[in-house]
Each structure stands twice: as C-alpha cells, then as structure tokens.
C-alpha cells in the first residue's frame, strides 16, 4: 500500500487546487438563481471523471437539476462499486458570521474554510482522487459508477425517476457515499442508520393586514403569539412530541444494541463545552447519543413574522410563519408523519386564526447490515489506516435518497464518511480538516482491494 501514500503525497497540491475550483462555484440547490452555476458544477463533474480516468462521462439530464454519471468497466464479470455524490450546497446566510468568503475556499489551523468544504464536495471528491489513483496506478480491482446529483440539499425530488429510468445502467453490486461523519477524529466509525426526515412550512394568519399594536394589541389575535404557543405544545413535559400517532411505528432498538452503541466515547462535558451551552435537553430515557440517533425529534427550523428590520415598528403582524423539521427513525413513514402534523397542527389551531400546512420534502430513514462483504470490506479497510476497528453507529443526520436507492435500485449503502461533527456543516464557517480528505483518499481504494477479493 506504498503506493497509495506516494502517489497522495506526490500530488497533494493539485488535488487542493482542483477541489477549490469546485468549491469556488456557487452550487446552491434551492435558491433559482443559482441555476447557471449547477450546470457549471456538473461540468466540472464531468471534466475530473474523464481527467481520472473514466471511459465516458455525461451530464444527463433530470426534471431538475442534471445528474453526472461516469464509469469505467474493467471486466464485466468483476463487482462493481457504485459512487454516489451530491454537487450542491446548502445557502450561505447568515453572511455576516462567516469568517471568510464562503465559496473562496481558505486554509486555517489545518483546515478547509468554504460552503461545501465538507458537505458535499469535499468528501465525494475524495472518491474522484482515490480512483484516479487506482487508475493511474492501475491498482483498480473493480469496476466503478459515479452518480453525482444536484439535489441532495433540497430533497433529491428528481432523482428517484431518473434512478427508475436508468436502472440497468445503475446495476452495480453496492452503493459507496461519502456524505457522513466519523464519530471523532481519532474514533474511526462507520455509519449503519440514518434517520428519515419529514420537513414542513407552517402559516398562521390573523387579521388582513398589519395592525397598529397599540389599537388593536388585546383585542385581536398576534399571529406570532399564536404560533409561539402551538410549537410550544409540541412537547410535553419529558420532551416526548405530543401529536397523536407520532411514535405508533417506531421501532425500539433493543438493549443489547444500545449497549452497543454506549461502547462509543462520549463526554458530556466537552459536548456542552464545544456548543457553549449549560446544559442539555431531551427525550426522558435516553442518552445524547441515543436522542440523536435511534429516537425522533422535531424541531424548528427557521420562524418569523411582523417587523424584523432594524430599530422598532410597533405592529400586529398579520401573518406568521415556522419551517419545521421532524427527524424519522427506520419504520416511520416520512408522508404519514407529515399528515399527521398537519391534522394536529390544525387541529389545535384556536379559530382566531387561520393555519395552513405545506409539507416541503422527506425521505425514508435507512439501517445498513453490518455482516455483508461490502461493510466488512469498509471495515477492514479502516482499520488499515488507523489501527483499530470502527464502531458502527447510527447517525442523526438524513440522506432520504439513500432508502430510495434500496427500494427503486435494490443495492444497499455504505455510509463511509470522514466528517466531523466540528465541521460546521449547513452552518457558517463549514470546514474539513485537511488530514481527514487525505485520509480519506487513502482509506477507499483499500476498501476495493478489500471488496474485491471478499466478493470471489
């Protein structure tokens, strides 16, 4: 495996150099006038697959935003590894906090400072370098396929046809996505669950228009007076989500599997310190990690109304509105959960005003089997670079096309992921560390040898 680690260190650089040109192109999924820039993304795409060595690569297009698929088959009777990525970015905002220019990628302490740095271009630029290693090397055991979508960041509403669509020239033996996180950087994981996501809009409406607060405060209904007090209800007083029917599918993960799970370190303490915070807050009976990857939660994302704008407006605003996020464990249906918030959301609503609920996006949750070749592949293959098993663990992030992928392609995924929960991902000031993108790159192609001979 000398060769892994000269040909990383021979070309350090260029692989910075390239993966800036990426980060530097304003990918953002859900903002439409950033539409120009997907495509530039993609062809970007395009240019490092064929560059690495890719027989073809195409941007093809979808209802949405384009996908990049690549391949190179070596030998149609060898497995074959199917890489999934996403060229799309979170929005930036708020501007103001971020301490660099967000698509002007800049190294600080070690790390990669840039929107995208880690989610997702970093980390599935990392597989681009690790298989033009493998090719220019000619160490590549396996055939590989490269998806590259535009939509991961807005729900990936375009990719379940498309994957219909092109389902043989999918076919592939597993699924190899890059889009997670580690436990710590010195506490190798892999990643075996990740939650579903059912995400809603809320509107509260009161009265036609704004209203003077003074003559007409105490006889009218504040629409954000109201909307504060329906979240509220959300929960109650041990953090359980109130609405009717929320739990009824969830699957209770059994006490030997939490044991499991406890064997990866945690200190309360750092964790309270790294977030500033005094304390924590949960679901009643169960643990941080736990609450954050075998339980449900519900959230909000964003709320406002009235006057936001500097100095005072004193009015009665005549609408207001929550983006609400509810975190799905596997077995939990993402469109059921969403019309059930929408029955009881309504249904709560005093009749002072008016509610409407829009459900946004979701997705499935997914749990991967630990006993397959592919994750003992991973496995080993990690453990290679740092010496010591990974710890499976459940993540509380979501990627709802990762369940898709399952039920439409009928090919299961591994999550090998290199963030860090530092990393600051959809928040201002993003980064990867830099040892963790190499390291990467070193890790994958280990994961094709080892994939390969345990797939004879």
């Known amino acids: 495996m000398d060769t892994i680690k000269t040909y990383i260190e021979e070309n350090k650089q260029r692989f910075l150099d390239e993966l800036f040109g990426l980060i530097r192109i304003?990918?953002?999924?859900s903002i439409s006038e950033h539409k120009p820039d997907m495509m530039k993304t993609a062809e970007y795409w395009k240019e490092t697959l064929l560059k690495a060595g890719a027989d073809k690569a195409e941007i093809m297009p979808t209802t949405g935003n384009s996908v990049v698929y690549g391949e190179k088959i070596i030998d149609p009777k060898l497995p074959t590894v199917l890489v999934y990525g996403h060229y799309d970015v979170m929005p930036v905002d708020p501007i103001d906090l971020w301490k660099s220019k967000p698509f002007e990628p800049e190294i600080r302490d070690g790390k990669i400072y840039a929107r995208g740095a880690d989610d997702d271009k970093g980390q599935s630029f990392m597989h681009a370098k690790a298989f033009e290693l493998m090719v220019k090397t000619n160490t590549l055991p396996c055939n590989v396929k490269f998806m590259i979508e535009g939509e991961e960041e807005i729900g990936s509403p375009s990719l379940t046809k498309w994957c219909a669509e092109n389902k043989d020239m999918l076919k592939a033996d597993v699924i190899l996505v890059s889009d997670t996180s580690m436990i710590g950087k010195d506490v190798p994981s892999i990643t075996t669950g990740l939650r579903g996501l059912a995400y809603v809009e809320v509107e509260v409406t009161g009265p036609s228009h704004d209203l003077h607060s003074g003559l007409f405060g105490g006889a009218v209904a504040n629409p954000a007076n109201v909307l504060a007090k329906l979240i509220a209800s959300l929960h109650d007083e041990n953090n359980r989500i109130t609405i009717p029917g929320f739990y009824d599918d969830v699957l209770e993960v059994s006490a030997e599997e939490r044991a499991d799970m406890a064997r990866a370190p945690f200190n309360l303490d750092k964790y309270k310190t790294s977030l500033d915070i005094d304390d924590i807050k949960g679901e009643q009976g169960y643990t941080t990690m736990e609450r954050t990857g075998i339980r449900p939660t519900l959230d909000v994302n964003g709320i406002w109304g009235g006057y936001i704008g500097e100095g005072a407006k004193?009015?009665?605003?005549?609408?207001?509105?929550?983006?609400?996020?509810?975190?799905?464990?596997?077995?939990q249906d993402h469109e059921k959960i969403a019309q059930l918030f929408k029955k009881h959301f309504e249904s709560i609503a005093p009749k002072s005003v008016k509610v409407?609920?829009?459900?946004?996006?979701?997705?499935?949750?997914?749990?991967?089997?630990?006993?397959?070749?592919?994750y003992i592949a991973a496995s080993k293959a990690v453990e290679d670079v740092y010496g010591i098993k990974p710890i499976p663990f459940r993540s509380g992030g979501s990627i709802p096309i990762i369940s898709t992928f399952e039920q439409v392609l009928g090919i299961k995924s591994i999550?090998?992921?290199?963030?860090?929960?530092?990393?600051?991902?959809h928040s201002p000031n993003e980064s990867f560390p830099l040892e963790q993108f190499f390291?990467?790159?070193?890790?994958?192609?280990?994961?094709?040898?080892?994939?390969?001979?345990?797939?004879?």
């Not at 304003?26 to 999924?29: E, K, L, M, Q």
């Not at 999550?415 to 991902?425: K, Q, Y």
């Open 439 to 456: 390291t990467g790159i070193s890790v994958i192609p280990r994961f094709y040898k080892h994939f390969a001979e345990l797939s004879k």
């Open 356 to 374: 409407k609920v829009t459900p946004l996006h979701g997705g499935q949750g997914y749990v991967a089997p630990t006993n397959t070749p592919a």
């Open 415 to 425: 999550l090998l992921g290199f963030g860090l929960e530092s990393d600051a991902i």
């Open 314 to 331: 004193t009015v009665l605003p005549s609408k207001a509105y929550a983006k609400i996020s509810m975190r799905l464990v596997p077995n």
């Open 26 to 29: 304003p990918s953002i999924s």
